[in-house]
């Protein structure tokens, strides 16, 4: 037993002394060794030993007692309605069989089918209850009816006739001729729209020759009337510029006599709807009298300009020529009948010194 403490200690070459010290202390340390050993073979010996059978025996008994631990109170009564609407637990088997071909192209068919098994015993040995169910369901184009459980028929595939309703015939070249000219834009010949009339129409609004004059008296009356460009508008158009207030302006006499015509229509079918004897001057258009025609010429040419003066405490009158000028609905004529209506209402004390200056 101590054979190997003495040659590793010879066998290194190192001092006797040192040596045998080693030896000493190795010797020591396996006595203690042995001695526990002994002692705890001793005490082990006094134990009975028990079996394999005993210790599987006293496992389950521990598992057992630990779910009567876990395990609910049992009822206090048993219901027989309980037991008989409980059928007895079986063996359970489910089978699910997947069929679906791909389909050609042009047509889409979707089919799903499934099949389960049931057993259990019923009755006594060999008492058995198998149920066999399978549902399919066809998509777009497709056939539609019972899937099949293992071994059943396979689905019928789509008719040729449904298949044809989704696949879209070849367009003719007149149709993709049209596909190509929506996307694309059509081919059409020039035809030249500007002529020598039309632009004699405009002219610069600049006032250093008398047709000067007038382009610059049109082209601020289309300011004016909220018609900038001078194009040819729609009768509609021109009669909600009138009834608005700013007023309109012909391109020409067949636009304004197309108006005046459109005008009588629409007038006449108003007092037919509402009952009443029809008069055409109601519904004639007005036009600017010489007065308004010579001022707009002072004002929009040659920019002599009436200037507003502050109205005087008491003077009505130059308070309301001061509105009237603030309010774009008032027309000159407007403005002038308004203040002979009111004078005609107020003393002759007032002053009425502005009756004269009636602006636009």
Known sequence: ???????????????????FSRVADGITASLRQFSISLSRSAEEDEI?????????????????????????????GIDARSLAAKPPQGLKITRVFEDVKPRGEGSSFRGQGGGSFRGGARG???????????????????????????????????????????????????????QAGSEQGFLRPYEPT????????????VASSPRGVVESIVYKMQVATSHPDGGYDVADNHLLRVQRGPGTLFENDEQRAITQAFNQKKGKERA???????????????????????RALKEWVGGQYIFPEPAEVGDVLGQVVGYARRNETY??????????????????TKPTTRLGKSPL
């Open 1 to 19: 037993m101590f054979k190997w403490h003495v040659h590793s200690a010879i066998g290194r070459g190192r001092p006797v002394a040192h040596d």
């Open 48 to 76: 009975p030993r028990t079996t394999r059978s005993q210790r599987s025996a006293e496992a389950v008994k521990e598992v057992s007692e630990i779910a009567s631990d876990l395990a609910p109170a049992p009822p206090r």
């Open 272 to 294: 037919e709807k509402m009952g009443v004897p029809y008069e055409p001057k109601l519904n004639e258009l007005g036009k600017l009298s010489e007065t308004n025609k010579a």
């Open 194 to 205: 500007l002529t020598a009339e039309s632009l004699a129409r405009h002219g610069p609004p």
């Open 331 to 348: 027309l000159p004529d407007d403005t002038r009948k308004f203040q002979e209506k009111l004078k005609s209402l107020l003393p002759a």
């Open 124 to 178: 006594g040995p060999g008492g058995a209850r198998g149920v066999v169910r399978g549902r399919g369901q066809g998509g777009r184009g497709g056939a539609r009816g019972r899937g099949r459980a293992r071994g059943g028929k396979k689905p019928k595939p789509p008719n040729k006739e449904d298949l044809e309703d989704f696949v879209f015939p070849p367009m003719t070249a007149e149709e993709l001729a049209y």
